[in-house]
């Protein structure tokens, strides 16, 4: 799915305890935002979140972290300037992570458009990862320009070897994934075909739940590919695609977070319609402690 069929998503709404060690890029009961109130860090993805955002980002971050957050996503604003994060491009990361940090919030991981990380942009792209604090950059999907499978084998190919040099600059690389990657191209899975191309000690996934109204659960996937999961940007959905808080759709969470560990998956993003992040927050802290 391309960027705007992303934006087009969010405004369609405007367990074991030993399962949940993986979240933690902070300690388990650390002070995310300020307190010791939840053990196990949830974070969220800005895009839904551009406009109030790029008006007090440092009002907003503190807005999030009042609603039970400890983690931020976010994207670089150069490339997403187009939708809606101009007033960020004039900013320099290492402000933008002190206000993050100022909010008892924490920046772990952002996403950056698949020619920000080609050629030189790959270095200034670093460069802005270094002063933000990134430990994870992530690409919100592969530029394939046609609609063979083989053009996806390829690009995931190359994305293997961008990886590489993320790995020698002291980060991980995530892949995250849209609808489209769950089409069926030549008689194969495009979702498979990418995961059977890719170099998984390289490159980590970044699961997006939206695709259980195609009828794929993030389970599944966190089972068939153990371990090649670092993230997941979660949403909930009605079975008549109605974007609602976490917890009231279709979506068997324990069953999740219980696939989460063998997956790997070590943070978790909500990306959904501004409205429903306070009672997302709210159910999964109570449902992970």
């Not at 083989?150 to 892949?175: D, P, V």
């Not at 059977?196 to 794929?216: P, R, S």
């Not at 999740?256 to 790997?264: L, P, R, S, T």
Request: glycine letters at 10%; proline letters at 4%.
């Amino acid at each position: 799915m391309k960027k705007i069929n992303r934006r087009a998503f969010i405004g369609q709404g405007a367990v074991g305890l030993g399962a949940m060690l993986a979240f933690s890029q902070f300690p388990l009961g650390a002070k995310a935002n300020g307190t010791t109130k939840y053990k196990h860090p949830v974070g969220f993805q800005i895009f839904p979140l551009h406009d109030a955002i790029t008006k007090d980002f440092p009002g907003t971050m503190k807005m999030m972290a009042d609603m039970g957050y400890q983690l931020v996503e976010m994207c670089y604003p150069p490339s997403f300037a187009q939708w809606g994060f101009e007033a960020l491009v004039g900013m320099k990361a290492k402000d933008m992570r002190r206000m993050i940090n100022e909010s008892g919030l924490h920046c772990p991981s952002c996403h950056f458009l698949v020619q920000d990380l080609r050629g030189d942009n790959l270095d200034k792209s670093i460069g802005f990862a270094h002063e933000l604090g990134l430990t994870q950059m992530i690409c919100p999907g592969l530029d394939v320009p046609g609609t063979a499978i083989s053009q996806y084998k390829e690009a995931a190919a190359e994305f293997n070897k961008i990886a590489e040099k993320i790995k020698s600059a002291g980060m991980n690389t995530g892949l995250h994934n849209h609808t489209k990657e769950f089409a069926v191209l030549d008689g194969e899975l495009i979702y498979d075909a990418i995961m059977g191309e890719l170099n998984g000690d390289l490159v980590k996934m970044q699961f997006q739940t939206e695709v259980i109204f195609l009828g794929y659960k993030a389970s599944t996937y966190f089972e068939k590919y153990p371990g090649r999961f670092i993230s997941a940007h979660l949403s909930d959905w009605t079975t008549d695609k109605k974007a609602v808080p976490i917890g009231q759709g279709v979506i068997d969470w324990k069953e999740f977070f219980e696939a989460a560990k063998i997956g790997g998956v070590k943070n978790l993003f909500v990306e959904m319609v501004p409205e429903n992040f306070k009672d997302s927050a709210a159910y999964i802290h109570g449902l992970l402690g």
